[in-house]
């Protein structure tokens, strides 16, 4: 991509633009790219989806698979397309388990772990610059240049590395699920221009640096998955919540006799706390304590009982 010349913002100004998408539950975040992939090993066909790459804040980052695997089978279903491991990934939710049958170097591999949680608020700090008629957007969070032809549509995506390179992607050849990991929020920071473009048409802003937040809220309408498999309780209380050490009173009480698991995970799926064989029939407390090193941020507290589960956030400040 050519040298972007120096550019003076006339206008500096600060705009906070807010819209949402609804979801039900809190869906599990398994934090891969897949794409679509088959090979012919030695003569035996392997089909399923390739691992393109491994997001930090996912579940997977802290697991043996690794980039370019291939996952044959997905909790017991065979992969052949990407689509199966997306709507296999629609019925789980934070905290559950999930099993990964994966191709590499000529072994198969299997692999349990917990899912976890994306985050729900995205936060894109913008520039705006024009060049020969073109908008570029650029977002400076992950150094991510978006350019707008003069119809407004994007043609261009491309992003500085750490070695100071520039890798560049035609959109008006390569399609959207195509992208690599650098840009597959693409959508999101397109609408993101779309509206603040909008937003400063109406207003006649002319301001060139923006700071656009994007927030999911939550449903309250459980699926009717979420219906069959939810636990109520008689009692479920955190207190205090939010914590500002680690430490909290559960209290806990369910009609049923069997004994209960109770999980806490953090937002990647790894378990932080947890306690087995639990008798919640009769009226249960206990004061849980992570330790004053606990990361802040949401943690998800998970009691199972007799194949269904309950489960509330702890948010530690």
Same mark, same amino acid.
């Given at each position: 991509?050519?040298?972007?010349?120096?550019?003076?913002?006339l206008?500096a100004?600060?705009?906070?633009?807010?819209?949402?998408?609804v979801?039900?539950?809190e869906?599990?975040?398994?934090?891969i790219?897949?794409?679509?992939?088959?090979?012919d090993?030695n003569g035996n066909?392997?089909?399923?989806?390739?691992?393109?790459n491994i997001?930090?804040d996912?579940?997977a980052?802290? $697991?043996?698979?690794?980039?370019?695997?291939?996952?044959?089978?997905?909790?017991?279903?065979?992969?052949h397309?990407?689509?199966?491991?997306?709507?296999e990934?629609?019925?789980?939710?934070?905290?559950?388990?999930?099993?990964?049958?994966?191709?590499?170097e000529?072994?198969y591999?299997?692999?349990?772990f917990?899912?976890?949680?994306?985050?729900?608020?995205?936060?894109?700090?913008?520039?705006?610059?024009?060049?020969?008629g073109?908008?570029?957007?650029?977002?400076?969070?992950?150094n $991510?240049?978006?350019?707008?032809?003069?119809?407004?549509?994007a043609?261009?995506i491309s992003?500085?590395?750490?070695?100071n390179t520039?890798?560049?992607?035609?959109?008006?050849?390569?399609? $959207?699920a195509?992208?690599p990991?650098?840009?597959?929020d693409?959508?999101d920071?397109?609408?993101?221009v779309d509206?603040v473009?909008?937003?400063?048409?109406?207003?006649?802003s002319?301001?060139?640096?923006?700071?656009?937040?994007?927030t999911?809220?939550e449903?309250g309408?459980p699926?009717?998955?979420?219906?069959?498999t939810?636990?109520?309780?008689n009692?479920?209380?955190?207190?205090?919540?939010?914590?500002?050490?680690?430490?909290?009173?559960l209290?806990?009480?369910s009609?049923?006799?069997?004994?209960?698991?109770?999980?806490?995970?953090?937002?990647?799926?790894k378990i932080?706390w947890?306690?087995?064989n639990v008798s919640?029939e009769?009226?249960?407390?206990?004061?849980?304590?992570l330790?004053?090193?606990?990361?802040?941020?949401?943690?998800?507290?998970q009691?199972?009982q007799?194949?269904?589960?309950?489960?509330?956030?702890?948010?530690?400040q």
């Amino acid at each position: 991509m050519r040298v972007l010349n120096c550019f003076k913002f006339l206008l500096a100004v600060t705009i906070f633009l807010v819209f949402s998408s609804v979801y039900a539950g809190e869906p599990g975040y398994l934090g891969i790219s897949i794409k679509d992939f088959s090979l012919d090993n030695n003569g035996n066909p392997v089909a399923g989806v390739q691992v393109v790459n491994i997001f930090d804040d996912g579940a997977a980052k802290n $697991t043996a698979l690794k980039e370019n695997d291939i996952i044959t089978h997905i909790n017991g279903l065979t992969v052949h397309k990407r689509e199966t491991v997306l709507a296999e990934l629609a019925k789980l939710q934070w905290g559950d388990e999930v099993e990964l049958v994966y191709f590499r170097e000529g072994g198969y591999y299997t692999i349990k772990f917990n899912l976890g949680y994306k985050k729900i608020t995205k936060t894109y700090n913008m520039s705006k610059m024009k060049d020969n008629g073109k908008e570029i957007w650029q977002f400076k969070d992950d150094n $991510t240049l978006l350019t707008l032809d003069e119809a407004g549509n994007a043609v261009e995506i491309s992003r500085k590395t750490a070695d100071n390179t520039t890798e560049s992607i035609d959109l008006t050849q390569v399609g $959207t699920a195509e992208l690599p990991q650098y840009f597959l929020d693409y959508s999101d920071k397109k609408q993101a221009v779309d509206i603040v473009k909008i937003k400063q048409t109406e207003s006649g802003s002319k301001a060139n640096e923006v700071v656009f937040i994007k927030t999911v809220k939550e449903s309250g309408t459980p699926t009717q998955t979420q219906q069959e498999t939810e636990l109520n309780l008689n009692n479920f209380s955190i207190s205090p919540n939010p914590t500002i050490d680690g430490s909290f009173n559960l209290g806990l009480q369910s009609t049923q006799k069997a004994t209960a698991t109770i999980q806490i995970f953090d937002i990647t799926g790894k378990i932080v706390w947890s306690k087995q064989n639990v008798s919640i029939e009769d009226a249960y407390s206990e004061k849980v304590d992570l330790g004053k090193n606990i990361a802040k941020g949401t943690y998800l507290i998970q009691v199972v009982q007799g194949g269904k589960k309950a489960t509330k956030k702890l948010l530690v400040q």
